[in-house]
């Protein structure tokens, strides 16, 4: 059994900055590879906004790069997401996912409601 818990989703005014956490426990989480942060807006498909491998690699959508960085903490199996200069149009429900190794496997947490509004 794997549980994701997310934190730090918030209402924040535009061009401000959130840091969202991703804790990942239960029995076979030395075996967590990827881990990625995704979102989904009213009305829209969820996409992927960042992965890190366990070996630090990392990638981002277009939209985002430059203004968001995830890091992780290994040790922890924890993933972070530092979000800047954020935009009305990142409004979203955001998504942890932990994957194993060669994808044969994926979790998903609950989600955290980030919203962008002045």
């Known amino acids: 059994q794997v549980e994701i818990v997310e934190s730090g989703g918030d209402l924040v005014q535009p061009g401000g900055s959130l840091r969202l956490s991703c804790v990942v426990s239960?029995?076979?989480?030395?075996?967590?590879?990827?881990m990625g942060w995704y979102r989904q807006a009213p009305g829209k498909q969820r996409e992927l906004v960042a992965l890190?491998?366990?070996?630090?690699?990392?990638n981002y959508v277009d939209s985002v790069k430059g203004r968001f960085t995830i890091s992780r903490d290994n040790a922890k199996v924890t993933a972070y997401l530092q979000m800047t200069s954020l935009k009305p149009e990142d409004t979203a429900v955001y998504y942890c996912?932990?994957?194993?190794?060669?994808?044969?496997?994926?979790?998903w947490g609950r989600g955290t409601q980030v919203t962008v509004s002045s």
């Open positions: 996912r932990a994957s194993l190794r060669n994808n044969i496997a994926h979790y």
């Open positions: 239960g029995s076979i989480v030395s075996s967590i590879y990827d």
């Open positions: 890190i491998t366990k070996t630090g690699s990392t």
